[in-house]
């Protein structure tokens, strides 16, 4: 029992359901600076333990994943990620690509008491649809990564690439539109123009 008691403690304690994923890795392409020691000469990777798929009145393919650890230790080392894509047509096929801009993806980071909001610059997504209406993707975007000041307002953009893969199911309960909404807040909303219909809405899946 001690041991278990000792184990929950060291480790974080993560609350989110087991209901699709994301798995997202930052590199900064900053080339006038590089840190030797300790380096910044490698991927940090947050983890999403949830994400949604589902299709807005616009017709557009939305993706949202969220990712919620709390420590029992310290609430410095409470950690939240949170990550939406907003898709406009993709190519043709089984398998689509998606060309993505600066309206494409949005993020939240709160970690050790900081805050940061990231926004895409240009990009692209690929996804496959799966069975049981699982849409499986991988992506590769540059982002501007900003951190909020202690007095308000944010720093200057920080240039990223973030890459990775999502799983997403279908968004039955809204759980996606809710984490979507937490990515636009405090100026970081999305301007999107209205999308040219080819067909049906669920020809964006």
Not at 84 to 95: A, C, E, H, I, N
Request: positive net charge; contains cysteine; proline residues 2%.
């Amino acid at each position: 029992m001690r041991f278990l008691s000792v184990a929950v403690i060291i480790v974080s304690v993560f609350i989110v359901g087991c209901a699709g994923n994301v798995e997202c890795n930052f590199v900064t392409t900053n080339f006038n600076l590089i840190r030797v020691e300790p380096t910044d000469a490698k991927a940090i990777t947050l983890r999403c333990s949830e994400c949604y798929w589902w299709v807005d009145d616009d017709g557009r393919l939305n993706i949202a994943g969220a990712g919620v650890s709390k420590s029992l230790v310290n609430s410095m080392l409470d950690k939240e990620f949170y990550i939406s894509f907003v898709l406009d047509r993709p190519s043709k096929g089984v398998g689509k690509n998606y060309r993505l801009t600066s309206q494409s993806v949005r993020g939240l980071i709160k970690t050790g008491g900081a805050v940061y909001r990231f926004r895409s610059t240009y990009g692209i997504l690929g996804s496959e649809n799966r069975k049981n209406d699982i849409i499986k993707a991988a992506y590769r975007v540059n982002i501007r990564m900003y951190v909020a000041k202690l007095l308000g307002g944010w720093s200057r953009a920080v240039p990223f690439i973030i890459y990775g893969t999502l799983e997403a199911i279908p968004d039955k309960e809204g759980k996606g539109e809710e984490i979507r909404e937490k990515t636009e807040q405090e100026g970081y909303s999305r301007h999107l123009l209205p999308l040219i219909s080819s067909g049906s809405k669920s020809s964006s899946k």
